[in-house]
């Protein structure tokens, strides 16, 4: 399994902007199609985004579409998640995954690789 490691997060004011990177180690990342969760206090986990084997597909939910873009640098063994216009409820601890596949997943059950998460607070 690749190992993943978020970096970014933060404290933001709503209609702020912020960005988080997943760098990849330990197998091919080009190989693994990845994707963006978040879990905010008391809730279930939930889909934000993802993006297959190349970058030329993606994935968003509903409530982050438009207002997000995700990509990846596969010679840097890195993915991104650029977040504009944030919202209050926007606040969560962010994963990336990784998912042994070449299409994009919004299931969890798909990703069999997780980083330790990024806190992600969008204050009023």
């Known amino acids: 399994q690749v190992s993943l490691v978020e970096v970014g997060g933060g404290l933001v004011q709503a209609g702020g902007s912020l960005g988080l990177s997943c760098t990849g180690s330990?197998?091919?990342?080009?190989?693994?199609?990845m994707g963006w969760f978040r879990q905010a206090p008391g809730k279930e986990r939930e889909f934000v985004a993802a993006?297959?084997?190349?970058?030329?597909?993606?994935l968003y939910a509903d409530s982050v579409k438009g207002r997000s873009t995700i990509s990846r640098d596969n010679t840097k063994n890195t993915m991104y998640l650029q977040m504009n216009n944030l919202e209050p409820e926007d606040t969560a601890v962010y994963y990336c995954?990784?998912?042994?596949?070449?299409?994009?997943?919004?299931?969890?059950?798909?990703?069999?690789?997780w980083g330790q998460g990024a806190q992600v607070t969008v204050s009023s």
């Open positions: 995954a990784a998912a042994s596949r070449s299409v994009p997943s919004r299931l969890s059950d798909d990703y069999n690789s």
């Open positions: 330990g197998r091919t990342f080009s190989n693994y199609a």
């Open positions: 993006i297959d084997l190349s970058g030329a597909t993606t």
